[in-house]
């Protein structure tokens, strides 16, 4: 069974930085590739990038596109997002999930079958 443990969460300034990390326990056929989510109050929850592990292929959504990174360390199953340019629309509850690497690119919540128990990141002066 495939499980992820998200970490790295917190509290930052506008303009700061912030990593998440999500380790994950295995991959499998059906399940490699990793998306990052995110839940603002109020709001539906929305993919934010997302990596196929089989060949680093990596997905945005357009409004962090240039400010975040997602990446993978393959030695130790763990994905990383990287978030620069931090702004208060960034305030969420951020999820790490797995799932086809054949729907990587959607972006789609529907599309990843596991989630980890998310973390919280919020930006404010």
């Known amino acids: 069974q495939v499980q992820l443990v998200e970490s790295g969460g917190g509290s930052v300034q506008p303009g700061g930085s912030l990593t998440l990390s999500c380790g994950v326990s295995?991959?499998?056929?059906?399940?490699?590739?990793v998306g990052w989510f995110r839940r603002a109050p109020g709001k539906d929850r929305e993919g934010v990038a997302a990596?196929?592990?089989?060949?680093?292929?990596?997905y945005y959504k357009k409004s962090v596109r240039g400010r975040f990174a997602i990446s993978q360390d393959s030695t130790n199953n763990t994905v990383y997002l990287r978030m620069n340019k931090l702004k208060p629309e960034d305030t969420a509850l951020y999820s790490c999930?797995?799932?086809?690497?054949?729907?990587?690119?959607?972006?789609?919540?529907?599309?990843?079958?596991?989630w980890g128990q998310g973390t919280q990141v919020t930006v404010s002066s």
């Open positions: 990596i196929f592990v089989g060949d680093n292929t990596t």
């Open positions: 295995k991959y499998t056929d059906r399940i490699n590739c």
């Open positions: 999930a797995a799932g086809s690497g054949a729907y990587c690119y959607t972006l789609f919540e529907l599309d990843f079958d596991v």
